[in-house]
């Protein structure tokens, strides 16, 4: 009599979105998954699928769908046993998923993760504090620090997606960066909805600058990089550690989103630009050496001709370090879908165009005086014929790069090489090592 030979199962995670869904990936992968004994990969072949979906604007709707849709044809084919559904679209559409798209096997919210589990077979386990399997290359990782958002933003879905804000206690975030450490990682990307709120619900203070105080402390971390921070309420502290502590990169992510004040009041951004003006002087003045990094938005209801010819004179003003531009997208169920989305589409593409050939010279301009100077990089990978790093002024996938070329060294990704510039585009620099 044969036996029938069971199939061992092997679960594949798919991440969509931005890197706090990377992050909880590898949490749902490495601190949870794996701790159970399951057999998990990232984007490879697997009979299991799980789909960390992105809600955010419609481009990254799109393409979820598009890929849950991909992966239930696969399973209609019979190339997978089985799909769930995970992040901030299930949260955000799950009642329209499970109509629209009944195949999945289940669909679950960002705050469903035990459920998840159960349904993988694993058990979720509140004691694996760190536990992760990074996705990221070796030398970096994401530290997520807070989840949620109290602000009230008229465009943003967020807040209906990842819920309230919610601090992660400093002892906790320094146990997952040992544990980082202690697997090679080398630069800390913290990460959160909001860094500046960051203590206010369980310190009853903002915590920031403490929270670098205790993370410079550990060992093996060379870089911590600050990402997604608020103009509103910035702790002025957090500068005085960044101008002390090495580890602190001179970099700032803060996203402005716009400049005019009629457009500022109906984002319900909960400033000017009197004052953020004055911020973005107050950070210069107290680290000239910060690369300031800032997205903006164009096309928003409302914006006249007037408003974004304002945007467009403040940008070349400021001659930010980095900057990206996204066009408005008019999301269901946020104080902004009341209004008209008056802006016609080629409009708001024109204007993200405009804004970005300002700061392509910005960057340009600003590229041409580190040539001849000499900067640490950390070597992300290898291109084609270089060596591809960054300087601390340098988010992975967002800013510059620094190419060196491969045919004259040698050098090994993850670590760090000192560098002189040669050559400077408008967001590359061309680098040889300094022995």
């Known amino acids: 009599m044969r036996t029938k030979t069971l199939k061992k199962n092997k679960i594949n995670v798919v991440t969509l979105g931005c890197s706090k869904n990377v992050y909880d990936s590898e949490v749902l992968m490495g601190g949870q998954l794996k701790a159970s004994g399951k057999d998990v990969v990232h984007e490879e072949e697997g009979n299991i699928v799980v789909i960390n979906t992105c809600g955010f604007i419609n481009n990254a709707k799109e393409e979820s769908v598009n890929t849950i849709l991909e992966y239930v044809q696969k399973k209609n084919d019979g190339d997978v046993d089985k799909v769930f559904v995970t992040g901030c679209l299930s949260e955000r559409y799950k009642p329209d998923l499970i109509k629209e798209i009944p195949n999945v096997d289940e669909y679950f919210g960002t705050t469903e993760l035990p459920g998840l589990l159960k349904a993988l077979g694993a058990d979720y386990r509140h004691e694996l504090i760190g536990e992760r399997l990074t996705t990221t290359p070796k030398n970096y990782a994401y530290l997520k620090i807070a989840e949620g958002c109290d602000r009230p933003c008229s465009f943003c879905a967020i807040p209906l997606m990842r819920g309230k804000h919610k601090s992660t ?38 915590n920031l600058a403490e929270l670098l105080e205790a993370l410079v402390k ?3 971390i060379e870089w911590i990089r600050l990402h997604y921070a608020f103009p509103t309420g910035f702790p002025l502290d957090v500068l005085d550690v960044m101008k002390r502590e090495p580890k602190v990169c001179n970099y700032l992510d803060i996203p402005l989103q716009h400049i005019s004040d009629a457009v500022l009041k109906s984002m319900r951004r909960g400033t000017n630009k009197a004052k953020t003006t004055k911020l973005i002087s107050q950070f210069r003045e107290a680290v000239p050496e910060m690369t300031i990094r800032t997205t903006l938005i164009v096309g928003y209801p409302g914006e006249t ?5 304002e945007l467009k004179q403040w940008v070349s003003d400021m001659r930010f370090e980095r900057l990206g531009c996204f066009t408005y997208s008019h999301e269901e169920n946020t104080h902004a879908y009341t209004l008209e989305d008056d802006v016609p589409e080629e409009v708001k593409v024109d204007r993200a165009n405009q804004i970005m050939e300002i700061q392509s010279q910005i960057s340009w301009e600003l590229n041409q005086h580190k040539i001849g100077e000499t900067f640490k990089v950390v070597i992300d990978r290898k291109e084609g014929n270089y060596f591809v790093g960054r300087t601390e002024f340098d988010s992975p996938d967002v800013d510059n790069e620094v190419l060196i070329d491969a045919s004259k060294c040698y050098l090994k990704t993850g670590e760090f090489a000192t560098v002189k510039v040669t050559e400077a585009e408008d967001f ?8």
């Open 218 to 220: 550990v060992e093996g």
């Open 169 to 206: 206690p400093i002892e906790d975030l320094v146990t997952e960066s040992e544990k980082l450490a202690a697997k090679g990682v080398k630069e800390l990307i913290l990460i959160a909805q909001d860094l500046t709120y960051y203590g206010l619900d369980i310190y009853k203070k903002r």
């Open 428 to 435: 590359d620099l061309y680098a040889e090592v300094v022995l």
């Open 305 to 309: 001709e007037e408003n974004f010819q």
